[in-house]
């Protein structure tokens, strides 16, 4: 079994250095799976949504993921700082775009464990600080009505 050449060298794959990052890059080049090492990122990266403000840090398949600064201005790769720009007419920045689609993200999966037409789903509504939807309202009704009746039973 060989080993990548990253194994056992946390400090210099996890510094954000651009010294260390040169060095770790040059050891990705010669890495016999470095092309496996990329996927496992760019599926990371889709699964958890990981922009430059959380997820890894350090060298990844000789890609350097480090915090961006922000810098346009303050609150940028927020969700504040996404709604400024959309105020203020401008293109939202890069940090702000992907901290708005990692929100959407979280918001998409936690509809789906959550689905509409669920007391669940009526509990996310309001959570969310919504009006729950009709079909929510319903199974929410159903399911009040289905304890009253275990309680009188
Ligand atoms: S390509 Fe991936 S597995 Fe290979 S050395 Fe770089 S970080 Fe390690
Ligand atoms: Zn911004
Ligand atoms: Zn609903």
């Known amino acids: 079994m060989t080993?990548?050449?990253?194994?056992?060298?946390?400090?210099?794959?996890?510094?954000?250095?651009?010294?260390?990052?040169?060095?770790?890059?040059?050891?990705c080049a010669r890495c016999p799976i470095v092309d496996k090492c990329r996927d496992l990122l760019a599926e990371a990266k889709a699964m958890h949504g990981y922009n430059h403000l959380f997820g890894p840090r350090g060298t990844w398949a000789g890609e350097l993921l480090a915090p961006a600064v922000p810098s346009v201005r303050g609150g940028c790769g927020t969700l504040k700082g996404y709604e400024k720009h959309r105020?203020?007419?401008e293109k939202p920045c890069d940090l702000c775009r992907e901290e708005w689609n990692a929100y959407r993200r979280r918001?998409?999966?936690?509809?789906?464990?959550?689905?509409?037409?669920?007391?669940?789903?009526?509990?996310?509504?309001?959570?969310?600080?919504?009006?729950?939807?009709?079909?929510?309202?319903?199974?929410?009704?159903?399911?009040?009505?289905?304890?009253?009746?275990?309680?009188?039973?």
Do not use: I, N
């Open 3 to 27: 080993y990548p050449p990253c194994a056992g060298r946390h400090e210099l794959f996890d510094s954000t250095s651009p010294e260390d990052h040169a060095t770790a890059a040059a050891l």
């Open 107 to 153: 918001r998409h999966a936690r509809k789906q464990a959550a689905p509409c037409g669920t007391a669940a789903g009526e509990k996310r509504h309001r959570r969310a600080g919504e009006k729950p939807c009709a079909e929510c309202l319903r199974a929410q009704a159903l399911a009040r009505q289905q304890r009253v009746e275990r309680v009188v039973a």
């Open 87 to 89: 105020r203020a007419g």
